[in-house]
């Protein structure tokens, strides 16, 4: 079932806290996606999605909402920096990059999909060959030679009672398997020996994939726990379950028709450079407005439009306006939102009510090495409090400076917590947080917070 603008909204109120409006933006464009996918093919042609401008400080959520939109649908997704590329005729990476890489992440969405669904199969193959490894440790790897001319080595003829002997004990290993009794025992495995990618005019390329069947596998014999190759031989025996044709088919129609773009910085690129050889802001622009506005991008795995991706453009514009922005590329973002900046509140929020907050993964982390920690309603309000103070003081970074915070709060903590010692319950408070947070850089005495 498709979600409701107002299910988006309240998913995305898990993760960011604050900016109702840009919430609200991007619930609705995702909405009419759904809406246009069911209507007629002539009237669906004509519908183009409505690109959204953020204009916002840094560390507000712009990047967040994007993100956690994209994983809400399970759609492709990418994010760029508008400042990372050069207008066309200069060194640097070109815009239609961009396109590559989220055709890219379309692929991997969609392999990972069709591996979960051969996943069962794989294991089962894999664990065979775990199981004639173990039974036949001295066989020796195929030569290329005779894989390339299909020839199969010959197996040896066993006695009759040799073969119950062996399907005997092979039976006895696949039940071992099942129970895990041999996860540590060493074997020696056959690998394929994939080419590494190069990078050619800012794509990857794969020499193998190039090269396609022609040539036979190149294998390399590695030494490695039983735990540890069956990881390995499942992936590889899901890579020939596995049909690519049809994966890189779905991957470039889920590029197509549910990717977003979401392209940063974009205010950087506004206006024109100055006199000299620094490259034209504008020329950037100029680059970009073609793929957002609708063209058609050569990929490694084909032709890919960009007609109904949804392009996502932010930017903090403090120096630059968006009307710095060439018209026709404002024109191509007509829903306009503003974010604003974060609130004492809004930081005590961020770190009591999101399900992600600081205070619950450090929890976690540190629950690994035995302490435990305990945060106050005073321990929060003094986080807010000096998050607002610096950010006042300092450089404004949004809620990026909570995490500053995190690690010079608790960097007595982590870093004498581990190896054998026993369970320690530690309370954080507002006196904690403004001691440990103090210019001064006095040392304090943790036994008075220690339970």
């Known amino acids: ?174 039940g071992q398997l099942m129970r895990g009794e041999l996860e540590e025992l060493e074997i020696e495995v056959e690998m394929e020996d994939a080419p590494k990618d190069v990078e050619i005019n800012g794509a990857s390329v794969n020499i193998g994939s190039v090269m396609g069947d022609m040539l036979p596998k190149k294998t390399k014999m590695r030494r490695m726990k039983v735990a540890d190759a069956r990881r390995v031989l499942v992936a590889e025996e899901e890579g020939k379950l596995i049909d690519m044709d049809a994966v890189t088919e779905e991957a470039i129609r889920r590029a197509e028709q549910d990717g977003i773009v979401f392209i940063d910085e974009i205010d950087k690129v506004a206006g024109r450079a100055a006199h000299g050889p620094d490259i034209s802001r504008e020329g950037v622009q100029r680059d970009i407005l073609p793929i957002v506005e609708g063209s058609t991008v050569n990929t490694k795995y084909g032709v890919v439009r960009t007609d109904y991706m949804l392009f996502i453009a932010a930017g903090a514009f403090h120096v630059a306006k968006v009307t710095d922005l060439i018209p026709e590329l404002q024109g191509r973002f007509p829903v306009r939102v503003n974010l604003k900046p974060l609130t004492r509140d809004d930081f005590k929020a961020i770190l009591s009510k999101t399900d992600n907050a600081l205070t619950r993964q450090y929890e976690a982390l540190l629950s690994v090495d035995h302490v435990h920690l305990h945060f106050e309603e005073s321990a929060l309000d003094a986080l807010a409090a000096a998050a607002q103070e610096a950010n006042e003081t300092r450089e404004d970074i949004g809620a990026r400076r909570l995490h500053t915070l995190f690690e010079q709060m608790l960097e007595d903590i982590s870093f004498n917590a581990g190896g054998d010692m026993p369970d320690v319950d530690v309370v954080i408070n507002g006196d904690y947080v403004r001691e440990h947070l103090g210019q001064d850089g006095r040392r304090t005495d943790m036994k008075r917070y220690i339970l």
């Open 1 to 174: 079932m498709e979600l409701t603008p107002k299910q988006i909204v309240r998913e995305l109120d898990r993760y960011i806290i604050g900016q109702d409006e840009a919430k609200r933006a991007v619930a609705v464009a995702l909405r009419n996606r759904y809406r246009r996918a069911q209507l007629p093919q002539e009237i669906r042609d004509e519908i183009v999605p409505k690109n959204i401008l953020m204009v916002g400080p840094t560390g507000v959520g712009k990047t967040e909402i994007a993100r956690r939109l994209a994983r809400l649908v399970d759609a492709p997704f990418v994010k760029v920096e508008a400042t990372k590329f050069t207008e066309v005729g200069y060194v640097g990476r070109d815009v239609e990059s961009i396109i590559r890489d989220l055709v890219e992440a379309s692929v991997r969405l969609c392999k990972e999909k069709a591996s979960q669904k051969v996943k069962a199969r794989a294991t089962v193959l894999a664990e065979e060959r775990i199981v004639d490894i173990i039974l036949h440790p001295n066989r020796k790897p195929a030569n290329p030679i005779d894989v390339l001319l299909g020839n199969k080595p010959k197996e040896p003829v066993l006695p009759e009672g040799e073969k119950q002997r062996v399907a005997q004990r092979a039976q006895e290993l696949r």
